[in-house]
């Protein structure tokens, strides 16, 4: 089992920034991937943005591709997620998430962190 926290939300203008930090520790050495959800109230859960844990290949959701970044210190093991021009869309629980295995994929949470874009 893999122990997620997440640091660094808060409340910023639209138009600001914020970067989240989640910190990882466990089963670290079976982790293949590791990224960022976000659920904002009345809606489900949706992706945001994932780095694979070993050539660190990224993906991103539509909604926040060329504001967001996402990176990985393998060392420190952590995954941090850089908001930029940020909107009141992005208003939401941010979570961060770990998948791992064998035997099967196994998806472990953080308890989230609230970034609120006001307008």
């Known amino acids: 089992q893999v122990q997620l926290v997440e640091s660094g939300g808060g409340l910023v203008q639209a138009g600001g920034s914020l970067s989240l930090s989640c910190a990882a520790s466990g089963s670290i050495s079976n982790v293949y991937l590791m990224g960022w959800y976000r659920q904002a109230p009345g809606h489900s859960r949706e992706l945001v943005a994932t780095?694979?844990?070993?050539?660190?290949?990224?993906y991103y959701a539509d909604s926040v591709k060329g504001r967001f970044t996402i990176s990985s210190d393998t060392a420190k093991n952590t995954v941090d997620l850089q908001m930029d021009n940020l909107k009141p869309d992005d208003t939401a629980v941010y979570y961060c998430?770990?998948?791992?295995?064998?035997?099967?994929?196994?998806?472990?949470w953080g308890r989230g962190t609230q970034v609120t874009v006001s307008s």
């Open positions: 998430c770990a998948e791992w295995g064998p035997p099967y994929p196994s998806l472990d």
């Open positions: 780095i694979t844990r070993g050539r660190q290949t990224t």
